[in-house]
């Protein structure tokens, strides 16, 4: 079936490094992808997608753009700041259906 | 726009109860979701509407859980009778197109049973 992985956590980065959160996902057809973000005792938010292969999404300074040769869609920002600690989750959806399919989320801590 | 809304944020209850969660969606948006999130298990989702009808129930996990949006601005979740390893994060979302866009997500609902 369809599915998402995602690296493990917890990820401890000083302020100012690069973050690259890795994501893969497997499907019969040709998902969108997300990346949401959950900050502590909140709901999810979107923080970018792509519709389409080769599309990059970009919001507050993250990137991710969808692979269909590797099937990836990996989150990376060039300098992390302590308000970046959160929890992150990729996930894909079907155009022709409700569904998104979470990956197990990743945590990321900033130290300053 | 107040986003999602959902009650209570906090439940604590004990085994055998009925527990019956809240969400009020974006008005507006034709989609509602309901997820639950624990630690072993991630996010799930447990059920979805369009336009007031359940689309896709098969997340639900058992009979004792069930829900209802008996219109645009209003849904629940229940469950009867309710057992500890339901403890869990309760999240509500809601879309504006028929699940093709984006789903914002209320704050959740945290349920302790005890």
């Known amino acids: 079936g369809d599915s998402v992985t995602q690296m493990e956590g917890p990820v401890t980065l000083s302020e100012e490094a690069f973050l690259t959160i890795n994501c893969t996902y497997t499907a019969t057809g040709y998902p969108s992808l997300f990346w949401y973000v959950q900050y502590p005792g909140e709901g999810l938010q979107l923080l970018l997608k792509a519709t389409k292969a080769d599309d990059k999404g970009s919001n507050k300074g993250f990137e991710a753009t969808y692979r269909k040769e590797t099937t990836s869609f990996h989150l990376e920002k060039g300098s992390v700041q302590v308000s970046d600690s959160a929890v992150y989750f990729c996930?894909?959806?079907?155009?022709?259906?409700?569904?998104?399919?979470f990956g197990q989320g990743t945590e990321l801590s900033v130290k300053p | 726009d107040a986003g999602v809304i959902q009650s209570p944020r906090h439940e604590v209850t004990e085994m055998g109860q009925e527990v019956t969660l809240r969400c009020k969606p974006i008005s507006g948006h034709n989609s509602l979701f309901w997820y639950r999130q624990t630690m072993m298990r991630g996010l799930e989702l447990l059920i979805y509407?369009?336009?007031?009808?359940?689309?896709?129930d098969s997340g639900m996990p058992e009979d004792r859980f069930s829900a209802k949006m008996p219109n645009a601005s209003f849904s629940t979740l229940k469950i009867q009778p309710s057992e500890p390893r339901d403890s869990a994060v309760y999240f509500c979302?809601?879309?504006?197109?028929?699940?093709?866009?984006?789903?914002?997500f209320g704050p959740g609902t945290r349920l302790t049973v005890l």
């Open positions: 996930a894909l959806l079907y155009n022709q259906g409700g569904k998104l399919i």
């Open positions: 509407f369009n336009n007031n009808v359940p689309i896709d």
């Open positions: 979302a809601s879309s504006p197109g028929q699940g093709i866009d984006e789903q914002f």
